[in-house]
């Protein structure tokens, strides 16, 4: 089969385009994307989840988001083909005004050409020696992807008393940071138009790791929600409390997993307490994020039920630590590719997924 895509969204202001899903499962596939958001103004471009789990075959995208104006384009899961096939990315990004161009969990056999070379990052692809290193081969001669750390995610029938299981390292990696008092940080342009300003402030020279972090942040805090996602980022402590009370309302409190003991070793699993008496609950997940100051994506998602739950050394069976989990009961939306399902062997749909807060991490429910 064979789509063309010529020159959409060309010279448009603000335009608006998703694709998601096209042509996967297909057999060798062929789809062309050329000229589109060329000269465009603030439009936003998004690919997910397009020819995976298909047959070989090709996508061929160029001259997109050429000499635009602060363009936001992503690519997520994208090619990972059961068996080979092919991407090329050719001028995209060329001669535009401060693009922001994201690439994520993409296959092998990428082409990347005459790109812009600030505003465009590179995150999670795969290449014939990770393969062969980190993944294996089922029967039906899929590569299966073992990256995804043991205990990352897991079912939610484990949260019971007496369950042995792996905990991942759930210890914060980033640098320590504080927040910007509300004053400093709500005078902040935030946003991919305000790039230059923020290089400026922060000392970020072109082509730098500080740019990369500014573009990423940027990017990952402007882009459209998830179906069902209401999201924020926040940069003050003001600003978080305020999110969490629009989604909740004033009778609202913060979790977090209390320490990190326990960090990628086998536990036992304690008392086990559902808040909101167990049943699926509203909440807003806080993670971290890279940034120069301590910067929170904030999120809610619906069909969720949350745990507190003892955490108990093995040999000695002494609490060591009280950790926060949260279950995703409703995954349908989620991509095949995501790493639970890489992890636990399911689908969209499917199962539940559950995982735990992170250290410095947080999130906040409706008060007991």
Known sequence: MSSTFTAYGEMGNGANDSFTAYTS?????DNNFKSYGV????????????????NA???SFQSYGRNSNSD???FVNYGKTHSGGTDTFREYGK???EPAVGFKAYGVNNTFKDYAKKGVTFAQYANLSSISNKGATEGNGVSVNKWVE????FREYL????TVMKIPDIRDKLPKRSFLPRVISSKLSFSTGGLLELKRIFHAQNESYAERVLVHALSECKRNPSIGETKRCVGSIEDMIDFAVLVLGHNATVRTTANVNGSNQNVMIGKVKGIDGGEVTKLVSCHQSLFPYLLYYCHSVPKVRVYVSDIV???SKVKINEGVAICHIDTSAWSPGHGAFVALGSGPGLIEVCHWIFENDMTWTISD
């Open 159 to 162: 949260l019971k008393e007496g």
């Open 95 to 97: 001669g535009s005004v």
């Open 313 to 315: 050394d093995v040999e």
């Open 72 to 74: 936001r384009v992503n």
């Open 39 to 54: 000269n465009g103004n603030s439009a936003v471009d998004s690919f997910s989840s397009y020819r995976q789990g298909a």
């Open 57 to 59: 075959g090709g996508d």
């Open 150 to 153: 043991p205990g990352k995610f």
């Open 25 to 29: 499962n297909a057999n060798n596939p």
